[in-house]
T-cell receptor
Framework: DAGVIQSPRHEVTEMGQEVTLRCKPI?????LFWYRQTMMRGLELLIY????????DSGMPEDRFSAKMPNASFSTLKIQPSEPRDSAVYFC??????????FGPGTRLTVT | KQEVTQIPAALSVPEGENLVLNCSFT??????LQWFRQDPGKGLTSLLL?????REQTSGRLNASLDKSSGRSTLYIAASQPGDSATYLC???????????FGQGTELSVKP
């Protein structure tokens, strides 16, 4: 299996622009997670889905962030408008039936 | 609210030494605990998963133990090698299919 796939790997954008991060989970996995990693706060969950349904979005910072999972093989995390404090590494992870989580390589976002 | 703490924050050892990394969590009602490795600028690699009903898991030179009642886990690395140098992260899940709560990690350096 190719593992969890994320795109783009790096994104540099200007404040106010819309940013869309993409994730393809491991085939057969039914849970998908979006995490954010910063030096100050470490790794934190933003939102997760079970069977394509959002279960916990309590980590989404504010209304500027939104996530969708239209089918079992694709998810997006959108930031609109982006701000410099959104600069971080965003990870997508997937698991089967709540067991071991497998992480993608991450998207390094820089907002100037 | 679950909190995960890892001590020490950084550790430097000579090659060949056996070492122990510590992880503690405040709420013993966990579903599972997972240890990860993260190389600089890279994603997370899952090392070991321990279910709440288990006491330990082993993979090669790695052994992870879990004492749920005391809120502690340890990762034992035998005969350390320079290639083991990385940041090691501990994370707990409170329910099946749920999010992981991460510690801040232990940065390990193994000197040749």
């Amino acid at each position: 299996d190719a593992g969890v796939i994320q795109s783009p790997r790096h994104e540099v954008t200007e404040m106010g622009q819309e940013v869309t991060l993409r994730c393809k989970p491991i085939s057969g996995h039914n849970s998908l997670f979006w995490y954010r990693q910063t030096m100050m706060r470490g790794l934190e969950l933003l939102i997760y889905f079970n069977n394509n349904v959002p279960i916990d979005d309590s980590g989404m910072p504010e209304d500027r962030f939104s996530a969708k999972m239209p089918n079992a093989s694709f998810s997006t995390l959108k930031i609109q408008p982006s701000e410099p404090r959104d600069s971080a590494v965003y990870f997508c992870a997937s698991s089967f039936q709540g067991y071991e989580q497998y992480f993608g390589p991450g998207t390094r976002l820089t907002v100037t | 609210k679950q909190e995960v703490t890892q001590i020490p924050a950084a550790l430097s050892v000579p090659e060949g030494e056996n070492l122990v990394l510590n992880c503690s969590f405040t709420d013993s009602a966990i579903y599972n605990l997972q240890w990860f490795r993260q190389d600089p600028g890279k994603g997370l690699t899952s090392l070991l998963l321990i279910q709440s009903s288990q006491r330990e898991q082993t993979s090669g030179r790695l052994n992870a133990s879990l004492d749920k009642s005391s809120g502690r886990s340890t990762l034992y690395i035998a005969a350390s090698q320079p290639g083991d140098s990385a940041t090691y992260l501990c994370a707990v899940s409170g329910n099946q299919g749920g999010k992981l709560i991460f510690g801040q990690g232990t940065e390990l350096s193994v000197k040749p």
